[in-house]
Structures are given as structure tokens and as C-alpha cells.
């Protein structure tokens, strides 16, 4: 995917708009650090799959904003702890983390080289309390507990809940980020769907299904 200043400006109007659609506040210095994040994005997408290669004109509407409308919603305490699983290009814990910085955030992927763009990332935009693992879920381990745990586009759910009791503290949720047709079968585990709102018509209809601790230990 070839750097365009173009495709990134284009996604920058694509996010003010929906700032603006949907009540979100910001400030230039918020949009030079999606600026910047995007750009890495694009960069890096020639050496490391981070996403398909049709999504380069659609980053914001099909990947970036649901992280930014959840980290809105208030699922996560002030001054709490976030592990996303799977991070990958950084969906959707990048932008939960810039819009609340005062989330601390462990990015966790097993390929090094999607870490390795993760610290690029908390570099260049000067993110502090963001920090990026090199490990797989099932065999990372912490001297604390979470306030929440992320999940998007990873797969092994069952896994995930099974071991999510293990990571979260006693009031933790557990937040899987889902495309309304593939919903279902945690609906049915009990998880709680929050809609995420008609974000484009370009992005498939998203929602996060919850998991309190009690839920996502059960079973």
C-alpha cells in the first residue's frame, strides 16, 4: 500500500466528520496524533500485514472509530488497566488510548513484527502508559489484575473466556468488538451487546458484546 499524503487527509475529513456526527470533541492535537497513527498504518503495510488491501481509503470508518466510540462509552474506570489481545495494526486499543489518556494499555500480539510497528506507534505519537507484548495470551501472566480486556478480529472466543476470570479484576469486563452477524453465539453465552451506531456505509454494522467477571468466568 503506497504512502499518499492524500489517502491520509482524506481519512482525517473522513474523522472529524464523524466526530462531529457523533458529538466527540477534539482538537488539532488530537487529530495530528490520528494523523500521524494513520500514516504509520499506511507505511508500514508494504512490510507487515496490518490490514487488507482494500482498506486503506476506509481505516477510519471500518476500523479506527469503533475504538474511539468505545473508549466514549465509559466501560472503562478512570485511570484504569486494558489488555487488548491480538492488537495487531492496534484496533481498537490505539484509539481508546488516544482518546482516553489516562487508560494504561498492554498491547499483545504474537507476531513481533505487528509489536514492533505497536512501539513505532507509542513512539511517534509520544503515548505514554502504552505498552506493547511480544507473548501469546495463553501464556501471559501480570503481578495485577485488568479493568478490561479487548478482543477484535482474533477468534478462539471460548479460549478468551475461559481464561479471561484468570486476568480481570472482580469488577473487569471483558469486551469483544464483533460485526453484528457474528454476534450471536456470545449473545448466548450472556454477553450484553452495546451497538456501536451506523458509523459509514462503507463499514459493515458493528457492536461490542460485554462480559462482566461472573459472565466470562462461568461455564
Known amino acids: 500500500m503506497k504512502h499518499s499524503r492524500y489517502l491520509v487527509e482524506r481519512q482525517i475529513v473522513a474523522l472529524k466528520k464523524l466526530f462531529e456526527k457523533f458529538s466527540i470533541p477534539y482538537d488539532e492535537t488530537l487529530l495530528s496524533?490520528?494523523?500521524?497513527?494513520?500514516?504509520l498504518i499506511i507505511d508500514w503495510s508494504d512490510r507487515v500485514s496490518l490490514v487488507s488491501s482494500g482498506d486503506g481509503g476506509y481505516l477510519v470508518d471500518r476500523h479506527i472509530f469503533e475504538g474511539v466510540l468505545a473508549a466514549r462509552k465509559a466501560l472503562i474506570p478512570f485511570w484504569g488497566r486494558l489488555l487488548d489481545i491480538g492488537s495487531g495494526a492496534g484496533f481498537p486499543v490505539v484509539p481508546i488510548k488516544l482518546i482516553r489518556p489516562d487508560i494504561r494499555c498492554f498491547a499483545l500480539d504474537s507476531n513481533r513484527k505487528k509489536v514492533l510497528f505497536l512501539k513505532k506507534v507509542a513512539q511517534t505519537l509520544g503515548l505514554l502508559g502504552f505498552e506493547p507484548l511480544w507473548t501469546r495470551f495463553e501464556l501471559v501472566s501480570f503481578p495485577f489484575r485488568f479493568d478490561a480486556i479487548t478482543v477484535r478480529a482474533v477468534g478462539n472466543d471460548e479460549a478468551?473466556?475461559?481464561r479471561a476470570g484468570e486476568l480481570l479484576l472482580p469488577t473487569g469486563k471483558l469486551l469483544f468488538f464483533k460485526a453484528d452477524k457474528t454476534k450471536t453465539p456470545l449473545i448466548e453465552r450472556g454477553g450484553v451487546e452495546i451497538p456501536l451506531g451506523d458509523i459509514s456505509a462503507s463499514a459493515t454494522k458493528r457492536v461490542i458484546v460485554v462480559f462482566g467477571i461472573r459472565e466470562a468466568g462461568s461455564g
Do not use: D
Request: zero cysteines; hydrophobic letters at 40%.
Open 33 to 39: 496524533q490520528f494523523r500521524e497513527y494513520i500514516s
Open 160 to 162: 478468551i473466556l475461559r
